[in-house]
């Protein structure tokens, strides 16, 4: 069925070619966030006695395919949905020690990062709206790690928390708009709503004949 151009964004069905999108931003996420683990145990590694800090320093990068997916596609769930597909790579295919429970904390940043979008309706794609995306998404992670890890009582809890705060913020929040700009200058995303319902992002086949 042919949806009316009138019809509310959040109801479309998604296009063949967003789903194939989304499975290879899941899929690609997979692999770099199972790089950013062996970072992250070379990161605990230099960092000595305060090596369990290191994942709350690098925490915002895996939030990244979230706003990503989200800004690319403009649909409800995506971002969710992306995080979840890259999780399910690094258990099913890369071999996670973390095992089932890496999908639930996938979710979770998910829901976080796509939160400020949701709110705006998937209208607003500004600094501030991917900031607060990647500080949900860290402290939605947070909060289940706490309770998973026990932290809660400990005397690093305020430090550990707002270390992965800012994380989220610069690597999970303001990256991931650095990317899409990055990606909407090459023209890869012409084709897709963030460059047909975003006024002030031409094609970048239009801005070349300019």
Do not use: C
Not at 99 to 104: C, K, R, T, Y
Not at 155 to 165: A, F, T
């Amino acid at each position: 069925m042919i949806m009316s151009p009138a019809e509310p964004a959040g109801r479309r069905r998604l296009p063949l070619r967003d789903i194939v999108l989304l499975v290879m931003l899941g899929v690609v996420f997979g692999f770099l966030y199972w790089a950013l683990v062996q970072g992250w145990n070379l990161l605990a590694v230099a960092m000595g006695p305060a090596g369990d800090l290191a994942q709350h320093v690098l925490l915002g990068g895996w939030l990244l395919v979230a706003p990503i997916a989200i800004a690319i596609i403009r649909r409800p769930f995506v971002g969710i949905i992306a995080e979840v597909i890259a999780s399910v790579v690094e258990v099913v295919f890369l071999g996670s020690a973390v095992g089932p429970l890496l999908v639930v904390a996938a979710a979770l940043q998910g829901a976080g990062s796509e939160l400020p979008f949701a709110l705006t309706r998937y209208r607003r794609f500004g600094w501030l709206t991917y900031a607060l995306s990647g500080l949900l998404g860290a402290g939605f992670v947070f909060v289940f790690s706490a309770f998973r890890f026990g932290w809660f009582g400990q005397d690093l809890l305020l430090l550990r928390l707002g270390l992965q705060l800012l994380s989220g913020i610069v690597l999970g929040g303001l990256l991931a708009k650095v990317i899409i700009g990055a990606l909407v200058r090459t023209g890869v995303l012409d084709q897709f709503a963030i460059v047909r319902e975003d006024g002030s992002a031409r094609p970048a086949t239009v801005r070349r004949e300019r």
